[in-house]
Nanobody, 121 residues
Framework: QVQLVESGGGSVPAGGSLRLSCAAS????????MSWFRQAPGKTREFVAG??????YYADSVKGRFTISRDNAKNTVYLQMNTLKPEDTAVYYC????????????????WGQGTQVTVSS
């Protein structure tokens, strides 16, 4: 069983930056692929970025602005978000999956509680 705890959300003006962190416990962190998803009010949960053992994955909407990274020694995955836009406003969730990587939220077994990101125009 893996527990995930996100932190680092907040409110920033458009063009600003935030770094989200997701600390994992209760499992072998290095064996999990980690992802960030987000959900805005009235919208479905969408994939943002992911990191497996070998590859990085990004949604087209965040390519060039967001960077995902992981520190296996600290059991933590990060999401550096730059040049934020109002449309990035959402609750951001960290998720873990094992096995073949998928950007589908249904394929992720473990989830954090979410952290709010608000970008003002």
């Amino acid at each position: 069983q893996v527990q995930l705890v996100e932190s680092g959300g907040g409110s920033v003006p458009a063009g600003g930056s935030l770094r989200l962190s997701c600390a994992a416990s209760g499992g072998t962190f290095s064996s999990y692929a980690m992802s960030w998803f987000r959900q805005a009010p009235g919208k479905t949960r969408e994939f943002v970025a992911g990191v497996s053992a070998r590859f990085l994955y990004y949604a087209d909407s965040v390519k060039g602005r967001f960077t995902i990274s992981r520190d296996n020694a600290k059991n933590t995955v990060y999401l550096q978000m730059n040049t934020l836009k109002p449309e990035d406003t959402a609750v951001y969730y960290c998720a873990a999956t094992i096995g073949r990587y998928s950007t589908n939220w249904n394929d992720h077994a473990y989830w954090g509680q979410g952290t709010q990101v608000t970008v003002s125009s």
